[in-house]
């Protein structure tokens, strides 16, 4: 029996890693962790029976207590519970399936406690890669990648030899603006920008597809999970979300994983390797697939993706602005307080005044996101 621990339990990628759980039976969830959202807590906590549950503040673990009175689960909260959350004694996989930089800390107490990581979380690589991965190497632990992307480079490379490879072909679907141009965008609204064309996400992340930021911080993440340079990392847009990324060789030979959009099969890879397992669902029919089609990405109208490609470069404490920025950027967004041409202007605006600091330590990067949330605060609200 499999153990594990799930951060952001009640998120997209949480509730499918506990589908995942269910369907195979033969993993026991010892921790969860999640936001606010109590009454789906509770409902996961009756049916999966975790020792330990962690929510963000007192007041929900108060109420969460109450709901569970009847229960033997002990409940905690702030960073101090996610911490034991990750740490959890027992558990071989923690799955930080929580949304934003929240998520740093709880990953390298997991690495130190020996855990394996199955990450989903992006903020923590591409932010503090130059820290988490050279731990996870000093205790041993593997990060499985869960993004679907990065999971695909991850298969390709199995069987592969990995000093052998040339680039990294990073696949987008485009999202739901593709094609079109600044001018057309400029009265987007968030309904619109909540609606792509191939996949089922968080509100955050569809919003980062459509700005095509969310491809950025995945060019960043690649960058440390792979051990490339970003100037290795080539997006390319593939509207139909068949192939889910490339591995080019010095060789020149590409492999690539294909599949239909579903992120339980990156979850369930994660999970289980080097093990692969039945998976129900939807398989890819050739003899249905009409054509399967590419395109370079558009980064003069998708700038977001430019300004990553930079931050990559440069690294150190730049790409925790990129990140800080867009995320109170979306923020607004979904709170109709900024327009959605706004959102890489503001990152653009962020990271030109910012005064980047190389190798920055964990306190630095956190001081640094509460700068820039400080900055657009007085700035732009």
Not at 36 to 41: A, C
């Amino acid at each position: 029996m499999k153990k594990i621990a799930v951060l952001g339990s009640t998120g997209s990628i949480g509730t499918q890693t506990l589908e995942v759980v269910r369907e195979n039976g033969d993993i026991e969830v010892l921790a969860m962790a999640a936001g606010s959202n109590i009454k789906l807590l509770e409902a996961q906590i009756r049916e999966f029976c975790p020792k330990l549950a962690a929510v963000w503040t007192e007041e929900k673990a108060q109420e969460l207590r109450m709901r569970i009175r009847d229960l033997d689960v002990r409940v905690v909260s702030g960073m101090e519970g996610l911490l034991e959350a990750a740490a959890m004694p027992g558990t071989e996989i923690l799955v930080t399936a929580i949304v934003g930089m929240i998520g740093i800390r709880p990953t390298i107490e997991a690495i130190k406690a020996g855990k394996d990581i199955a990450l989903a979380n992006k903020e923590t690589l591409v932010t503090a890669g130059h820290i988490i991965m050279p731990l996870a190497e000093e205790y041993g632990v593997s990060i499985l990648p869960v993004d679907s992307e990065h999971s695909a480079i991850f298969q390709s490379l199995q069987g592969g030899q990995r000093k052998a490879l040339h680039k990294i072909l990073l696949t987008a679907s485009g999202g739901p603006f593709r094609g079109k141009s600044r001018a057309e965008l400029e009265d987007i609204q968030v309904e619109d920008a909540l609606k792509h064309p191939n996949w089922e996400m968080g509100q955050k992340i569809t919003i980062d597809s459509s700005t095509m930021v969310n491809k950025g911080l995945e060019v960043i993440e690649a960058k440390w999970l792979f051990g490339v340079n970003v100037e290795q990392v080539e997006v390319v847009v593939q509207p139909q979300s068949i192939i889910h990324s490339m591995v080019e060789y010095e060789d020149g030979a590409i492999i690539a994983e294909l599949g239909t959009p579903d992120m339980k099969l990156p979850i369930q890879y994660a999970l289980y390797y080097p093990e692969r397992r039945y998976l129900p669902g939807e398989r890819l029919d050739f003899s249905k697939l009409s054509q399967i089609t590419f395109e370079k990405p558009d980064m003069e109208t998708f700038y977001g993706l430019k300004l990553a490609f930079e931050a990559g470069r440069m690294g150190g404490t730049l790409p925790t602005v990129f990140n800080a920025a867009n995320e109170k950027a979306v923020a607004m967004f979904l709170d109709r307080k900024l327009r959605y041409l706004q959102i890489p202007e503001l990152i653009q605006c962020c990271m030109e005044r910012h005064h980047n600091i190389a190798d920055p330590t964990v306190g630095q990067i956190l001081e640094t996101e509460q700068e820039t949330y400080e900055y657009i605060l007085g700035r732009w609200c």
